[in-house]
């Protein structure tokens, strides 16, 4: 069964450190690996992922994947307190239409 | 801007009960998504559809059924309500592969 494991399960930070998020899965093929963001209720998309070896960077988050050990990392620098949400990951399987997501890592920024 | 409405924020309804739960998306997307959101579990996929009429299980559809007789409008049917459902559930739509669009959520309380 195809399995997409987050760590850690939660983080507490203060404003100005820099978090790194974890994400790793057990699909044996996909098309894709996304991040989203979730504040209080629907997901907010961050980044989608195709290749590895390859960083995407939006202002002070990035992220990168490796095909090859079978994970991904989100970078968070200096953050904020706005940055406080759950972080979820979520692959998308070759020959499948669906999305397989992680339980999500829970943070919390304290001014 | 893609939308996906969900009809509803908040419902409180009782066992046994017939529960629909609806959802429409503004961009002509193909597939259409239910998932359910519980602390410590994630989101897990209820059932999908990839086209008009056509759905799939996921990986939790004891209990639910799904209905999609138009392209913008997927329905989640709660057969007979019961207390283990008491959950948040998320619709979300992609136009084939890549970013999905989540709603807003139903957070569903069965008493």
């Known amino acids: 069964e195809d399995k997409v494991v987050q760590s850690p399960l939660s983080l507490v930070v203060h404003e100005g450190d820099t978090v790194t998020l974890n994400c790793s899965y057990e699909?044996?093929?996909?098309?894709?690996l996304l991040w989203y963001k979730q504040e209080k209720k629907a997901p907010t998309f961050l980044f989608m992922l195709?290749?590895?070896?390859i960083e995407k960077k939006s202002g002070r988050l990035s992220s990168i994947l490796d095909k090859k050990e079978l994970f991904s990392i989100l970078n968070i620098t200096a953050t904020q307190t706005g940055d406080s949400a759950v972080y979820l990951c979520?692959?998308?399987?070759?020959?499948?239409?669906?999305?397989?997501f992680g339980t999500g890592t829970r943070l919390k920024v304290l001014a | 801007d893609v939308k996906v409405t969900q009809s509803s924020r908040y419902l409180v309804k009782r066992t046994g009960e017939k529960v629909f739960l609806e959802c429409v998306q503004d961009m002509d997307h193909e597939n259409m998504f239910w998932y359910r959101q519980d602390p410590g579990l994630g989101l897990r996929l209820i059932y999908f559809?990839?086209?008009?009429?056509?759905?799939e299980k996921g990986d939790i559809p004891e209990g639910y059924s799904v209905s999609r007789e138009k392209k913008e409008r997927f329905s989640l049917i709660l057969e007979s309500a019961s207390t283990n459902q008491t959950s948040m559930y998320l619709c979300?739509?992609?136009?084939?592969?890549?970013?999905?669009?989540f709603g807003q959520g139903t957070r569903l309380t069965v008493v």
């Open positions: 979520a692959w998308e399987p070759s020959g499948t239409y669906k999305y397989i």
């Open positions: 699909v044996t093929n996909f098309r894709s």
């Open positions: 195709t290749s590895s070896g």
């Open positions: 979300a739509s992609s136009p084939g592969t890549g970013e999905a669009f």
């Open positions: 559809s990839y086209d008009v009429k056509m759905k």
